[in-house]
């Protein structure tokens, strides 16, 4: 099981390194035609697809997803529940459509400030629902394990629209329109690709008792889908009205480089959710252990490529981007602790969706996001993004401390929480120094050995909190490391 797990992960790490890699590599060409504000319009159009199609979703992936596991050795039955679910969403994706074209002026002018132009509101829900879809069906390919699929697809996706935006940019001297142009093109052939690859989990049933299952299932992930939407977007719509289009492009940088943490733990994660559902399906002692033990590995590797992101930032957008983006470079450290505060979140839904209890998940949405919208309203308005930034990582701590308790509640795990929070205190202490680093007027070479130094440091502390013992992390890195050359 730990071979498959090793295996699986690194299939899943390397179409991330991949995607993310060809995401970096264009970087320079992207900075030199698009601004701030540029990337801010593009945010914007993103924010809208995925907050509506989101909601409009009420979730039903999520029952796919979890039935899937109780039904696989019935194709039958999961075919009619997934067709269902599918068919589903295409009838509420094409009745939403509607109504955003009646709203798309009231969206535009209201919300956007006419920052984004009505005509591209369609296209925005339009894009949000494929991308969703595209979800859909890559969360039914990770379980049923299908790592190789899903990176082709994945690395596939990326490269096409890679080529489209280049060709838009050179060819018609398009700026933040060649992106979006290039992402609905690439979605949309992506989406018929992955209808093709998973046939076999559909057929034309329709059936009014498995929807309502699934919505059953689903419909308390809705408000809290509610509250997730105005937790991700809230933040925009402020920098947009208090500082501009340039700080949503600063924030959005900041997020780019911070979501390099956030690849790694969604694409171990595809193979950690799987990992967990069936240790968790044993209800035995040993299997509970194992669970355990597995997140502490996780974490304390996340953490470890957090802090590089961290120390490393600035050389990072100073090489990528030209001068207008290097105030990017000072939101990155604070949002990474968002990805920090949320490796806890891996194990505490995890925990919410084996015992069917995702109604715990609102009340822990409802504090997070009226703490986000407070401290966004105080700090925006003086700190611009990092403000932005701030809100996020606090209201994500918010988050993982109530849902830990819920998760807890439903389905106990042996986890030492003072263990963690003893290195979530030396995880901040560390960050610290980045900053002055950082405005240091000292060689390139000696900079960059400093940071490391601090790194090092910090691996050192985290085997002394015996986390993971020092010979059996380097065994896991040195299989892990094996895997990657295999493939």
């Known amino acids: ?4 797990f090793l295996k699986d992960s690194s299939t899943y790490v390397v179409a991330s390194i991949i995607s993310t890699g060809i995401a970096f590599i264009t970087l320079p060409i992207y900075t030199r035609f698009l601004s701030p504000a540029d990337y801010g319009i593009i945010a914007l159009f993103l924010m809208f697809g995925k907050v509506t199609a989101g909601l409009s979703s009420l979730g039903i992936q999520n029952a796919s997803y979890r039935y899937y596991f109780e039904l696989k050795d019935n194709l039958l039955r999961y075919r009619i529940l997934n067709s269902t679910n599918f068919i589903f969403l295409l009838l509420v994706y094409a009745l939403c459509s509607i109504i955003v074209f009646i709203f798309s002026s009231w969206f535009a002018s209201v919300i956007f400030n006419d920052n984004i132009y009505k005509d591209l509101i369609l296209f925005a829900f339009f894009n949000g629902a494929i991308e969703y879809l595209i979800n859909y069906i890559t969360l039914l390919l990770t379980a049923q394990l299908r790592s190789f699929t899903y990176a082709s697809i994945i690395i596939s996706q990326t490269l096409l629209r890679t080529f489209i935006t280049f060709y ?6 398009l700026t933040y329109l060649s992106i979006i142009y290039a992402t609905i093109i690439s979605n949309i052939i992506t989406i018929i690709i992955l209808v093709y690859l998973i046939r076999e989990t559909f057929i034309f049933r329709f059936s009014l008792k498995n929807l309502k299952k699934s919505l059953l299932f689903s419909y308390p ?6 509250i997730s939407m105005i937790y991700s977007s809230f933040d925009k719509i402020m920098l947009n ?3 501009g289009m340039a700080s949503i492009g600063y924030y959005i940088f900041g997020q780019k480089f911070g979501n390099i943490l956030k690849l790694l733990m969604d694409s171990i994660g595809k193979v950690w959710l799987p990992h967990f559902m069936s240790n968790a399906k044993l209800n035995t002692d040993d299997s509970r252990r194992s669970i355990v033990n597995r997140f502490y590995e996780l974490a304390f590797f996340y953490m470890i490529l957090g802090l590089f992101l961290i120390y ?9 981007t030209t001068e207008e983006y290097y105030p990017a470079m000072y939101v990155v450290p604070i949002y990474v602790f968002f990805y920090f505060f949320s490796i806890t979140g891996t194990i505490s839904v995890a925990q919410l969706m084996h015992a069917e209890k995702l109604i715990y998940r609102l009340p822990v949405s409802i504090v997070s996001v009226l703490v986000n919208i407070l401290i966004n309203l105080l700090l925006i308005p003086i700190y611009g993004a990092i403000g932005a930034a701030i809100a996020t990582s606090f209201s994500q701590l918010i988050v993982s401390i109530v849902s830990s308790y819920f998760g807890q509640r439903v389905y106990p795990l042996p986890i030492n929480f003072i263990k963690l929070i003893g290195l979530y205190i030396v995880l901040f202490i560390f960050t610290i120094p980045v900053y002055p680093i950082m405005d240091m007027e000292i060689n390139f070479l000696v900079k960059i050995m400093m940071k490391l130094s601090f790194i090092i440091t910090f691996i050192y502390i985290g085997f002394k909190f015996n986390l993971i013992s020092a010979k059996y992390f380097f065994e896991k890195i040195f299989h892990f490391h094996k895997s990657l050359l295999a493939r």
């Open 312 to 320: 490393y930032s600035e050389e990072m957008i100073k090489i990528l």
């Open 1 to 4: 099981m730990i071979n498959n």
């Open 168 to 173: 838009l940019i050179f060819n018609y001297q």
């Open 241 to 243: 009205n208090f500082s």
């Open 221 to 226: 992930v809705t408000p809290n889908k509610i």
